[in-house]
């Protein structure tokens, strides 16, 4: 049975099936990922026993056309899977949006028939796993200016460089990776175990535990002609993958305050101090109002953003308002239930310090809150504030 | 074959449940419905059968137009037509049963899945009444089930143990929790189920046999009394017994 938080009746804007899809990616969630993730996240490990259930459910580029393996569904739908997800944790809806808007929507998008074909069904039972290769060492805000090099030789590419903070690397299958080619941005199919190719791990991470994060290198890596993706010319491409995962992630982070926001309550109410429950003093009202208020109003940005996202009239602008918004909020929301906890706010007993820490690299992947701020005001003065 | 499978659209009973200021039913608005969990083994069942031997699952339910939620949900999982009954006027266990069986002959079912109960009214009688008036065998309550041509072998829990039973088709099988693990939907059989159209057909309607006067909460439970904790509280005990609550 379905739990969430409809205080604004949000659900009436919502068909059947969509909310079928919610409940089912629901009873997922507490029947498979609730029960282990802390021990996942204790072990610095990735679930990797969740892939061929996620596949088996549909769960992978849940947006892409049937014919290759996918569910067809809205956006609306789409995003309530990533909300759904990520009130278990954040490195599954990371696995998943990294799967989805990061490798299957640029091979869908940018890729030949050919390799829509191989890799799409693929991809979508998660019989292989993809990664996305963008930051670098030196670029991160600024990926227009990495230094990872592709050139033209007999049959195919010579890759050489090394990618930084890659999800999912080191478990991939494929790796999209982005390029100059002659001095212009281009995506290339990278396949697991070509020489010179290495995805070691990063460790001592004290965030996004459950999800492996990776650097990429590229010694003389040879890329055959079939793996560029055609279509995909200019930091434009890449940016337009980052879009679609961007709009997950404001859905996904509203399903973390959601868990955060559940877990003060309850404890508010249980919890006594002095004379009385915690939750009837003012100052915890007032923080689990904060929280009710902002969920509500980040639920009412991403239904928004869904319909625009389907009648096509979304623009990138604002998706970087939700995920600038929805990533902060969830952080204040985490931290704030963490108070309302108090010490045990700090025990893996509940999930918002996970969530707490999660966050952080939320709000900084997929363009920090900064760099969302600088899009914004450019959209709204037309003054580029960075620089070139 | 052709497989039925009837699927009732309950409140949450994890949620708390009032009575309506009118005493006529229940307080519906704010509470959450599902599809009655017993039924989900019976949807289960029915989808395993049909993957051994073929046929069509039939996915029926009585009741209003939100009914339709819980029959998306058991497409979603892979039953293949729904079809809502609409209700007529009153609707005892009997009238819905009527219902569904008149359906059934229709769609010329010769297996038929309830749940053991339902967790609305908790008679735990449609089943059987399906049975009777169908003049199908019965098997309630089973936790395994293996049908074989018509041959029907199904177990039943009973206390210290567990009863075999064994008959033929037609029959109807109620699902007790046990008999399967449901499985989930998948996205792609809740999109596969959205462009199936439900079939809506109206109820065969007849005067009730139950009619409900009125409903009440049961009363607050009063502070229990402590007379010890040890055999000294014994006489004290059955003197209350007879004096105070005048048991016997
Ligand atoms: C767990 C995790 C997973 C990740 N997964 C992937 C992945 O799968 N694929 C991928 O390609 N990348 C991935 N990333 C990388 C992520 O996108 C980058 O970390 C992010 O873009 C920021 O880059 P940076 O860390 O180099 O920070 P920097 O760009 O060095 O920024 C440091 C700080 O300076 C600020 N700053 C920078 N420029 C300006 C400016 N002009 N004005 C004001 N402030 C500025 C930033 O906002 C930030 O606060 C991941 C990161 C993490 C933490
Ligand atoms: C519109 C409407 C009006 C009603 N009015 C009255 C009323 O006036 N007085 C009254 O007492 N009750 C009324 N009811 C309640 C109705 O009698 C019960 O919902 C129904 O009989 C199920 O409860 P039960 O305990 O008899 O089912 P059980 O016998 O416990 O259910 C056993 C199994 O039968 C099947 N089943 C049960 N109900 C349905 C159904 N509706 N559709 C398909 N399969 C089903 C399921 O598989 C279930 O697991 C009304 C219900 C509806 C929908």
Redesign the pocket.
């Known amino acids: 049975m379905y739990k969430g938080l409809d205080y604004y009746s949000f659900d009436s804007l919502l068909s059947e099936d969509e909310k079928l899809v919610r409940e089912l990616v629901y009873d997922f969630v507490q029947a498979d990922v609730l029960p282990i993730i802390e021990e996942h996240n204790r072990q610095g490990r990735f679930p990797f026993e969740l892939v061929q259930k996620m596949g088996e459910l549909n769960l992978f580029g849940a947006n892409l056309p049937a014919r290759y393996g996918c569910a067809e569904l809205n956006s609306v739908a789409y995003g309530l899977i990533m909300q759904e997800l990520e009130r278990g944790d954040s490195g599954i809806r990371?696995f998943v949006s990294?799967q989805s808007g990061?490798v299957m929507y640029p091979i869908f998008t940018f890729g030949s028939d050919e390799q829509k074909e191989k890799w799409l069904p693929l991809l979508a039972s998660g019989e292989a796993i993809g990664?996305?290769?963008?930051?670098e060492p030196d670029?991160?805000?600024?990926?227009g200016g990495l230094v990872t090099k592709a050139e033209k030789v007999t049959g195919g590419y010579k890759l050489n460089g090394a990618?930084?903070?890659?999800?999912?690397?080191t478990i991939a299958d494929i790796a999209i990776v982005w390029a100059k080619l002659d001095g212009v941005i281009h995506g290339f199919i990278v396949e697991k175990g070509v020489k010179g190719y290495s995805a070691p791990e990063m460790k001592g991470?004290h965030?996004?535990r459950a999800?492996v994060?990776s650097e990429l290198v590229f010694e003389d890596v040879f890329i055959p002609d079939s793996n560029l993706l055609p279509n995909s010319r200019g930091l434009k491409c890449a940016l337009m993958c980052l879009n679609q995962a961007r709009y997950g992630i404001a859905w996904g982070v509203t399903g973390a305050m959601i868990a955060c926001y559940q877990a003060a309550l309850d404890y508010s109410l249980s919890r006594k101090q002095f004379s009385k429950p915690i939750g009837g003093y003012q100052i915890t009202q007032q923080k689990l109002v904060y929280m009710l208020t902002e969920i509500t109003k980040a639920q009412a940005l991403n239904i928004q953003m869904g319909r625009l996202k389907d009648a096509g009239q979304l623009r990138f602008q604002q998706v970087s308002l939700a995920k600038r918004n929805n990533c902060e909020v969830a952080l204040n929301i985490a931290r704030m239930s963490r108070e309302v906890l108090g010490a045990n706010g700090i025990l893996d007993e509940y999930p918002v310090m996970r969530h707490a820490a999660n966050l952080e690299?939320v709000k900084?992947?997929?363009?920090?809150?900064?760099?969302h701020t600088?899009i914004l005001g450019e959209d709204i003065t037309g003054l580029p504030?960075?620089?070139n | 074959m052709n497989i039925a499978v009837c699927v009732n659209h309950v409140p949450d009973t994890a949620a708390k449940v009032k009575v309506s200021e009118d005493h006529s039913g229940i307080d519906t608005a704010g509470a959450a419905w599902i599809l009655n969990p017993y039924d989900e083994f019976a949807i289960e069942e029915a989808l395993k059968i049909k993957e051994k031997t073929g046929g069509t699952v039939y996915v029926l339910s009585f009741g209003p137009a939100e009914n339709n939620e819980t029959i998306r949900k058991a497409l979603g999982m892979g039953a293949d037509e729904g079809i809502r009954i609409k209700p007529g006027t009153a609707a005892d266990s009997l009238n819905v049963a009527r219902a569904l069986a008149a359906q059934i002959t229709a769609l010329d079912c010769k297996l038929v899945f309830t749940g053991k109960q339902s967790v609305d009214y908790d008679n735990g009688i449609v089943g059987q009444l399906l049975a009777e008036l169908l003049g199908y065998n019965c098997v309630s309550v089973a936790v395994a089930l293996q049908i074989d041509g018509t041959s029907v072998v199904a177990e039943r829990e009973i206390e210290g143990g567990r009863e075999v039973i064994q008959t033929t088709l037609p029959a109807v099988i109620t699902a007790q929790k046990g008999l399967n693990e449901p499985r989930y939907a998948s996205l792609k059989g809740i999109m596969a189920a959205k462009k199936k159209v439900i079939q809506e057909v109206e109820a065969v309607t007849m005067d009730p046999v139950v009619v409900t006067q009125s409903f009440e909460s049961p009363a607050p439970k009063t502070a229990g009394k402590i007379l010890g904790t040890d055999v000294q509280a014994v006489p004290e005990l059955i003197k209350a017994i007879h004096e105070e609550m005048k048991l016997v």
């Open positions: 990371s990294v990061l990664c996305f290769g963008l930051t670029f991160g805000s600024n990926p990618k930084m903070w890659i999800t999912n690397g991470k965030s996004l999800s994060t690299s900084t992947y997929e363009g920090t809150h900064e760099m600088l504030a960075f620089d």
